[in-house]
C-alpha cells in the first residue's frame, strides 16, 4: 500500500508516534488509510449537511477495514459570489480545490480517497484531482435541495433571480418578491433545478465514478447516507483490486457523460468543466473538446424537460429513476460497457432499471428537441467557438440578426437593463468577462435573469464570461478567444450586426476580415492589474474552449 510509506518500518517511527496522536493503533497499521476530501461550510446551502455525509462514509470505510482521514477543501456559493467582485474567485476555486485534494492525499501518502462535493465548481476540482493523483477514488455528491413552492407552482433559487427583474419591470411586486425569496430555498442541498451543480452531479455518475443513484438522491433524503457508507465501503474494494480513475475515465465514458449533459439539457459549464477533467487524465487517446460536444449534440436527443428549460425539478427526475433510467433510456445510442466505480459495467448497473415516467424521461423515439441541449457556435466573432444552451432557447430564436450593444462589464449591461435601454431586436454584447479578462469568467446570471423578469423577448446576449446553469433564452457564452486574448470580441462597436443561427451552428458579424482585424488591432482594452490569487490565476489560464485550465 501506498501508505506504507508513513507506517512500515523502523525507519518510520516518527511517523507512526504522529498518527497514534491521531489515535491510530497497533491493529490498524496494516489497514488501508482512505482519504476523505469533504467540502463542508457554513454559509453554502448545498454543503452544509456533508458532515453528516462524511460520518456515513466512514462507517462504511471502518466496516469494510480501512482507517478513514477526513480533511476539509473549500467551497464558493456561485449564488451569493453572483453579480459582483466574488464571482472573480468562482471558477478559480476549481483549481484551489484540485490542488487542495492533490496536496493533502500525496504529502501524506494515502491509499485512496472519497471525495464529497456538491456545488458548482468543487464537483470538477475533486475529479481533476482524482483523475490527476490516480488512485482508487470514488465521489459522493451531496444532492440536491427540496424545490419550493411558491403561490402552488414548484420554485427554485432562479425563479428569485428572474422575480428581481419582474419586480424592476413593474411585472411583480416587491411583497410578492419578498414571499418568493422565504420559500424557493428550503433547506440543504444544490439548488433544486438542473442548473451547473446537479448537472455535474449526473456527469460524474455517467462517468461511473460514482455509485448508481448518487445523482438525484436529494440531500434531505435518508437514502444519500446509504449511498455514502456504501461508497465507504466500495473505496475499500477498488483499492484491494486497484481500480483507478484512469481505468474508468476512458474517451467512451466521457462521450457518455456529454451525451447525459445533451439528453438533460444542463448547464453549459460542463463545456468548462468536462474538458478540464480529461486534461488531467494522462493517457494520449483522449480529445476531449468542444468539436465532440457539438458532435454528440448532434447523435443525442433532448429528452428531460427540467428546470429552468422547463417545469420538472429534479425530484421529478429522481423519482421517474434518476440518472440510471436516463442512461437506459439512451443506451443503444452510448458504450455502455464502461467500467464504473463499482467494478460494475454502466450495463450491468441499469440492467434492471425500470423507466416510471415517461413524461419526465420521454422516449428517444418522442424528445423534448431531436438535438441535445447544448450546442457550439462558430463563426467570424468565435472562431475557437462558443456555447450555447440550445434546450432552452425558443424556436421564435433559434435564429436572431440585431445590432450590438456594447458593454464591457456586467455591471454595465445591468444598469442598461433596469434603466430600460434595452429594445426588442438588440443583441446585448458583454466583453472584458473572459478567463483573462474577468478575471474569472463571471457567470452573467443577473443580466439574463433581468432580461427574462422583464418580458423582452426578441433580445440576444453574447459574452466572452460564461452563464449560470439556470440562464434560458438566446444566451451565447464562452465566446472564444476572448476580448483580452484579442478576440473579434474586441472589436465590435455599437450597432454592428450580429446573426445568430443556432440550427447551422454559426455566430458572425456583418463586417469585412480586415475591418474586424484593424479594430480588434485599434480595441484599446487592457488587462487589470491585480496582485494575489486572481493576478496569478490571470497570467495562466487557457482559454474557454480549452475549459479554462491551467498551464
Given amino acids: ?189 444544490s439548488c433544486a433545478g438542473l442548473f451547473t451543480a446537479n448537472t455535474m452531479a449526473c456527469i460524474t455518475e455517467s462517468l461511473g465514478m460514482s455509485l448508481p443513484g448518487c445523482a438525484t438522491t436529494h440531500a434531505v433524503d435518508e437514502k444519500k447516507l446509504e449511498i455514502a457508507k456504501e461508497s465507504g465501503k466500495t473505496i475499500i474494494d477498488m483499492i484491494a483490486t486497484d481500480l483507478k480513475p484512469s481505468k474508468i475515465l476512458t474517451k467512451n465514458a466521457f462521450i457518455n457523460s456529454i451525451a447525459i449533459d445533451m439528453a438533460l439539457g444542463g448547464s453549459s459549464n460542463t463545456a468548462l468543466h468536462i474538458p478540464a477533467i480529461a486534461s488531467e487524465v494522462n493517457r494520449g487517446d483522449l480529445d476531449v473538446n468542444l468539436s465532440l460536444f457539438d458532435k454528440v449534440s448532434k447523435e443525442i436527443p433532448h429528452i428531460a424537460s427540467i428546470s429552468p428549460t422547463g417545469d420538472d425539478s429534479m425530484l421529478d427526475l429522481h423519482n421517474a429513476g434518476g440518472i440510471p433510467a436516463v442512461l437506459k433510456t439512451i443506451s443503444s445510442l452510448i458504450d455502455t460497457s464502461t467500467i464504473t466505480c463499482n467494478g460494475k459495467t454502466m450495463e450491468e448497473n441499469i440492467k434492471n432499471i425500470e423507466i416510471k415516467n415517461t413524461d419526465v424521461i420521454r422516449p428517444i423515439t418522442s424528445p423534448v428537441h431531436k438535438e441535445g441541449g447544448i450546442a457550439v457556435l462558430y463563426g467570424n466573432l468565435a472562431p475557437n467557438g462558443s456555447v450555447i444552451k440550445q434546450g432552452a432557447v425558443e424556436e421564435a430564436m433559434l435564429y436572431h440578426k440585431g445590432p450590438a450593444r456594447i458593454f464591457n462589464s456586467e455591471e454595465e449591461s445591468v444598469k442598461a437593463i433596469y434603466e430600460n435601454r434595452i429594445n426588442e431586436g438588440d443583441v446585448v454584447v458583454i466583453r472584458c468577462e473572459g478567463p483573462r479578462g474577468g478575471p474569472g469568467m463571471r457567470e452573467m446570471l443577473n443580466p439574463t435573469a433581468a432580461l427574462s423578469g422583464s418580458g423582452i423577448k426578441n433580445v440576444a446576449l453574447i459574452t466572452d464570461g460564461r452563464f449560470s446553469g439556470g440562464t434560458r433564452g438566446p444566451c451565447v457564452g464562452h465566446i472564444s478567444p476572448e476580448a483580452l486574448d484579442n478576440g473579434p470580441i474586441a472589436g465590435l462597436k455599437e450597432g454592428d450586426i450580429i446573426t445568430i443561427d443556432i440550427k447551422n451552428r454559426k455566430i458572425d458579424v456583418d463586417l469585412e476580415d480586415a475591418e474586424l482585424a484593424k479594430r480588434i488591432e485599434n480595441s484599446n482594452l487592457k488587462l487589470k492589474s491585480l496582485k494575489g490569487w486572481l493576478g496569478i490565476y490571470q497570467k495562466l489560464v487557457s482559454s474557454a474552449d480549452k475549459g479554462a485550465i491551467l498551464r
Fill in 1 to 189: 500500500m501506498r501508505s506504507d510509506n508513513i507506517k512500515k518500518g523502523f525507519e518510520r517511527a516518527p511517523h507512526r508516534s504522529l498518527l497514534r496522536a491521531c489515535g491510530v493503533g497497533d491493529n490498524d497499521f496494516d489497514k488501508p488509510f482512505v482519504a476523505i476530501a469533504n467540502s463542508f461550510t457554513d454559509i453554502v446551502p448545498g454543503h452544509i449537511h456533508l458532515r453528516k455525509i462524511a460520518e456515513s462514509v466512514k462507517e462504511g470505510i471502518r466496516e469494510a477495514g480501512g482507517i478513514p482521514f477526513e480533511f476539509n477543501t473549500m467551497a464558493i456559493c456561485d449564488g451569493l459570489s453572483m453579480n459582483h467582485d466574488g464571482m472573480r474567485y468562482s471558477l478559480p476555486s476549481r483549481e484551489i480545490i484540485a490542488n487542495t485534494v492533490e496536496s493533502v492525499v500525496m504529502g501524506h501518502s494515502l491509499d485512496g480517497i472519497v471525495l464529497i462535493p456538491t456545488c458548482d465548481k468543487i464537483v470538477p476540482g475533486m475529479l481533476m484531482a482524482a483523475a490527476r493523483l490516480d488512485l482508487p477514488a470514488i465521489t459522493v455528491t451531496g444532492g440536491p435541495m427540496m424545490p419550493g413552492n411558491f403561490k402552488g407552482k414548484n420554485v427554485d433559487f432562479i425563479d428569485v433571480y428572474e422575480g428581481v427583474g419582474a419586480v424592476s419591470s413593474g411585472k411583480m411586486t416587491e411583497e410578492d418578491l419578498n414571499q418568493l425569496e422565504r420559500c424557493a430555498c428550503p433547506g440543504p442541498g
